[in-house]
Nanobody
Framework: QVQLVESGGGLVQAGGSLRLSCAAS????????MGWFRQAPGKEREFVAA????????RYADSVKGRFTISRDNAKRTLYLQMNSLKPEDTAVYCC????????????????WGQGTQVTVSS
């Protein structure tokens, strides 16, 4: 099993930046594809970004491409999401997730989830 704990959320003005972290414990972190998802009130869970086990491949939702950057440090067992040029529509609870399979935007392909961290962007 893998335990995931997110941090770094908060309140920021539109145009600002935040860096989310996801600390992993348990099974070998580098064995897993990792992803970030978000869910706003009244909306379905939405894919944000994913990264391969080595960090060599990444994938982004069109809505965040060019503004967000996903990265990982396998030695520190930590996943990151750098969010720049934030918009009010980025407001959501952001969760990290781990998959034993291939990189995917489908949340059903992920096996372990963190509890999430709230990101609020004011206009």
């Amino acid at each position: 099993q893998v335990q995931l704990v997110e941090s770094g959320g908060g309140l920021v003005q539109a145009g600002g930046s935040l860096r989310l972290s996801c600390a992993a414990s348990g099974h070998t972190f580098s064995n897993y594809v990792m992803g970030w998802f978000r869910q706003a009130p009244g909306k379905e869970r939405e894919f944000v970004a994913a990264i391969s086990w080595s960090g060599g491949s990444t994938r982004y939702a069109d809505s965040v491409k060019g503004r967000f950057t996903i990265s990982r440090d396998n030695a520190k067992r930590t996943l990151y999401l750098q969010m720049n040029s934030l918009k009010p529509e980025d407001t959501a609870v952001y969760c990290c997730a781990a998959s034993r399979g291939l990189m995917s935007s489908n949340p059903d392909r992920y096996d372990y989830w963190g509890q999430g961290t709230q990101v609020t962007v004011s206009s």
